[in-house]
Structures are given as C-alpha cells and as structure tokens.
C-alpha cells in the first residue's frame, strides 16, 4: 500500500514563498510520475503540475506555469513544490498523487493514490 503525506503548507502574504513536500512509502517511488493538485473552497480540484518518473519531463498548468517548480528526489521518495510569488487565488489544499505510470499527465483519472493534502493560504 503506498501512503503519501504532504508538509509544508501554511499562511503566508501575497509575494510570498511556500515549499510543499510529500513524502511517499513503497520501493518503487522511482518508476511513477508524481503530480500535485489543488482545490480551493467551492471549486473542483484542478491540477497544478507533475514530474516523470526520472524527474527529466515536467508540466504545469498555464495558472502556475513561472511561479511554481515540481522537483523530486528519488533516493529520499520525496517530491516537492516550489510556489513563489503567491496570489490569493492560490489559496487551496494542495494534494501530491502517484501516476498509475511513469508520464506526465494532468488528469485525475491517471492518478491512483492520493495524500490527505496540505493547507496553503494566501493573504492579500
């Protein structure tokens, strides 16, 4: 069974800087991609970005796509979420989920296990 559990999340000022963390258990951390995702109160969850398997491909969504950075790090089974530049409309629970495979995809559906996601909060 793989469990995934995020940290990292909090209040922070618009401008500012958060890095969300999810460690992941199981022995073959390195053969998925990993995503993460975010849903604010009253909104359906959205995707936000995701990472190959070797850590090589990498997309976001076009709503992040300069202000975030997806990383991993394979020999710690650890991905990571740079946000900068925080927007109130980033306000949201951010979840990190294992691909069913190694690509990137950004629909929920390819995703099987899901973590329990972290708080991030924006103040204008």
């Known amino acids: 069974q793989v469990q995934l559990v995020e940290s990292g999340g909090g209040l922070v000022q618009a401008g500012g800087s958060l890095r969300l963390s999810c460690a992941a258990s199981?022995?073959?951390?390195?053969?998925?991609?990993m995503g993460w995702f975010r849903q604010a109160p009253g909104k359906a969850r959205e995707f936000v970005a995701t990472i190959s398997a070797s850590g090589g491909s990498l997309y976001y969504a076009d709503s992040v796509k300069g202000r975030f950075t997806i990383s991993r790090d394979n020999a710690k089974n650890t991905v990571y979420l740079q946000v900068n530049s925080l927007k109130p409309d980033d306000t949201a629970v951010y979840y990190c989920?294992?691909?069913?495979?190694?690509?990137?995809?950004?629909?929920?559906?390819?995703?099987?296990?899901w973590g329990q996601g972290t708080q991030v909060t924006v103040s204008s």
């Open positions: 989920a294992r691909s069913n495979n190694g690509w990137l995809s950004a629909r929920m559906t390819e995703y099987a296990y």
């Open positions: 199981g022995r073959t951390f390195s053969s998925y991609a």
